[in-house]
């Protein structure tokens, strides 16, 4: 893309502290853009690929997303399944790795020159005040998780839906989870929890019918995961 000339910039990965970095280069000294972390750029006939940018290590730092400057009356205006709907991210990051998936590579950590698994997520108060305020103030109905596993931490969802719960904030929501995890959060509560407070549609992803080629993909979790999960969803949420 950098060589048709069509891009100027690429930012690699979390954008946040990258993106306002390359502005204030740009402004002053675009020669310098070498000094920009997490970025591509074109230099004379060559692409040069700045050194990575070290992951945001608190996303509890992360300012609110600017939903005033969206028309967020759009979102699910003529959904049946997802009205009035709001995206929203739990975390960021995955604990698995699989071959198929961008998103744990995207917001993966360098390590020894490659990519590795990250997992990464707010923290349940902090959640708690971005649904209150897409509930109250903008009249959201149902939110989106976009976590590439929004189950993948073994306590967040759940300490978020009592936190709701308590609130008596019940709003619809969908995630895409892991099995494996789905079978844990059964067993502890957790995923009871999540139900009560809104969750009602979960994605599971089981992309082989044999584990062999499960860890062809490297899988982490397997066919007894995804059987159980089924058994749970369909004896214990039908609807």
């Not at 750029?41 to 997303?65: H, K, M, N, W, Y």
């Not at 071959?99 to 923290?123: E, N, Y």
């Not at 349940?124 to 959201?140: A, G, H, K, T, Y």
Request: net charge positive; hydrophobic share 40%.
């Amino acid at each position: 893309m950098i060589s048709t000339g069509l891009v100027d910039v690429v930012v690699h990965g979390e954008g946040e502290v990258t993106v306002v970095e390359l502005v204030q280069a740009l402004r002053d000294t675009p020669q310098e853009l070498s000094r920009v972390l997490g970025i591509s750029f074109r230099q004379s006939e060559a692409t040069v690929t700045t050194a990575p940018r070290p992951l945001i290590g608190d996303l509890d730092q992360l300012p609110f997303p600017a939903y005033d400057l969206l028309p967020v009356e759009r979102y699910g205006a003529r959904s049946r399944n997802h009205p009035r709907l709001a995206a929203i991210e739990l975390g960021r990051g995955c604990v698995g790795s699989c071959d198929f998936c961008i998103l744990w590579r995207q917001m993966g950590r360098f390590a020894d020159g490659r990519v590795v698994p990250h997992l990464r997520t707010k923290s349940p108060e902090r959640l708690l005040e971005e649904i209150r305020v897409l509930v109250r103030r903008f009249d959201r109905r149902y939110l989106g998780w976009v976590d590439p596993c929004f189950n993948a931490h073994p306590h967040v969802p759940g300490q978020l839906a009592d936190l709701l719960l308590r609130e008596n904030l019940r709003v619809g929501q969908s995630a895409w989870v892991r099995a494996d995890a789905m079978v844990r959060d059964s067993a502890s509560g957790a995923l009871r929890s999540c139900v009560r407070s809104g969750l009602n549609e979960v994605f599971l992803g089981i992309e082989r019918p044999d584990d062999g080629s499960l860890r062809t993909l490297h899988k982490t979790t397997g066919l007894d995961h995804a059987r159980d999960a089924l058994r749970i969803l369909r004896a214990e949420y039908p609807r």
